[in-house]
């Protein structure tokens, strides 16, 4: 990036931005990382916009000097997504964070893109309502629908894909446009709230969006399920999926991640493999998708499910959860994490599971598995020191070995994490290369200039369009 | 269309497709119409392949010749959407009607784009599975998606949309790609299944699809439930949908839909606005649903429902709902219909009603209302003579009003139904210019030619990227 071209839009920026352009070196490093293992590149300058017309103006100014845009919500992406890996400007949404509107009577909501997802359920605390999408970490609504996140509610609610309904963004040029409407279906025309659901900021800029709520469910259960064996746990989730039991969570824990939360959020659980549960209903549909499930698993090695029947030892329960990925880092002092996350047919689950396991202890490497089971889609966190470079090496190696299964069974590199720069190549090992042709031919035509998160998705060495 | 270039093209096919490719006036005729309100126009020619390789060397030797590809499934789209008002050829994947694969695991199945919807069903029958989306007619597969159809399951199972997990297409330089994958969930790279999913054919040819398939429910509840008036019928839909019980269907017929169904079906219906209901679930969940919305619906003028309680029974109720427009066209001799429609976020589904009864019954047409209430979706069927033309008008005249006034409350111009020919302008009110030139960019940049379906979703008079 030629300086000369930040410094101009700098220039071009500070009159109506003031102190809200950050330029210092100590301001730019606060962007510099995220919670990935692609290393730390500071951007050249951060603006931090309150308002649609400021976005479409940074947008025009960037544009005018030939200066990359990286989008950036809460910095919590785990594949380098919203990594300044090209230098330029980093738009930092955060300060975009009211919600518009809450309407109960149509189950929807509008949001600003800096608005995060606990924000928002604690906003509609009094409103009996809620939203289920729910990555580990509390992102921001823009970042989530630009990387398609999903989370331990999915298997009942969905992912990101199925809870934006409208969309208005600002493109490569600073038009506005806005996609979709506040009905619950439509087939007016291509779908382009879903093209821009999941492009990591590489097509457009996410300045406002419509999410679907749901209703607060009559009854909640909820507990831990100790298993005698991982496969038996896989096994009962696998069975229950197959069934059409509608849990709304069912979240698999693998004994080094049960012992890591039991450190991290002086939990006391039995360090085996373990099932979190949540089912939503009236009280008597929990209890009766309680009794299915325990039939299941009673048959696979199940234990005594230990249920979290108050709303705080729920909420202390989810917590720990959430809070795996840091808990990992904290089992060795001074340890990094590099998390991945694969998604396959539920019914090749066991194996992905098994041949990441063998995987992981074959190399000797430290690193719980864990994840969204009722989705086929897992997580390997792996806990490395930073200079141990023949772990890092044996880490790449398993997480390609985890790639090349789930593609193998016809899974997907990725279930909720996004591309980034992290699995640019497994995108074409996914697709095939005339797929990925193709979403950089709309990359092109649509960001003619290449200015718009550069580096995403795709690499240099990848087919380029023109 | 110059018909030299036809006639080359048909000379280079010929050799390859002998009698499945169709040049008799007699044969094309077949070709002409459709479902809609369009008015008819044969193809040129007519082509039947049975493989994808076929289909990519049609579609290579139409790019070759500059000939328009119209592709066909049913011919039961209602807005012109396969209409080949710009001659050329028609694609017929009728004969790639092969069930390729069914996965009771994984949920799914992968099917050619000629399968219909009650063909899947009825190869499902042994498995325990079943495949919702079910518009009024027997449509293929790849019509529905092209189409992003929907139907009376959407309330529980989603759209089209929301049960297309990857797809083959074919690109108009006649690159096969894929899209997407058997993952329940992913977020690599741009969403191309959800961008072919309502294209209209306009942007490649859908060659096959992999679809989420659904467990049949353990106990099914359904019935008729006539009520005083419209829209206490309606509110029951609005608190029913806003209090989140998971009914399967309901559906809406206004007293002149009900006397449609009479006639054509033998029913034997209260000819009161009448709500179609299906409750899925356990055997004590669909009780404890049933008592909710009775309790709903007896503080709004709800009267008896009456149960089907037989397969039989059930089977007959929904097959008069699915032939609700011959019923309507039934009505009038020599009668023909245009169905419209359009979808509303669920709070303003009452006024839209009442809206688009008064303008009916202010132009004195006969157009029963019926719809899928708990999407906030409903039809209007305009019976109409051919050569009345200010009936035609009249009807016009109503269209418009629905949409502006669906669009008014931030609904959409088309619930299901697709832009076609006869919305066109409607997606340009819907979505604004700038949206909509987004739209022709990637038709263009994917279509340089215009040669894939032409006319459909964009008029000449609308804004064109290049």
Known sequence: MAQEHVRALAAALSDSFADRLLTSPAALAQYAGSESHHGERAPDLV???QSVEQVQQIVRAAADHGVPVVPWGAGTSLEGNAAAVAGGLCLDLSAMDRVLEVSADDLLCVVEPGVTREQLNAELRATGLFFPVDPG??????????????GTNAVRYGTMRENVLALKVVLADGT??????RARKSSAGYDLTHLFAGSEGTLGIIVEATLRLHGLPEAVLAGTWPFETLDGAI?????????????ARMELLDPAAIRACNRYAQLDLPERPTLFIELHGSPAGVQEQLAMIQAIGAELGGGELARAAETEARARLWKARHQALPAARAMVPGAVTWVTDVCVPISRLAEAIAQAQSAIAEKGLLAPILGHVGDGNFHVFFVLHPDDERAWAAAHEVNDA??????????????????GIGKREALVREHGSEAVLLMRRIKDELDPNGLLNPMKLFGDSLPRAR
């Open 235 to 247: 096994q009962t989730v696998i069975a229950t999926i197959q069934s059409g039991i509608p849990v």
């Open 176 to 181: 506005l446009i806005r996609t979709g409407s």
């Open 137 to 150: 970490a509390d992102a921001t609504l823009g970042g989530m629908i630009a990387t398609r996140a999903s």
């Open 402 to 419: 985890m790639i090349e299964h789930a593609l193998s069974v016809g899974g997907t590199c990725t279930g909720e994490h996004g591309i």
């Open 47 to 49: 603006v931090r916009p």
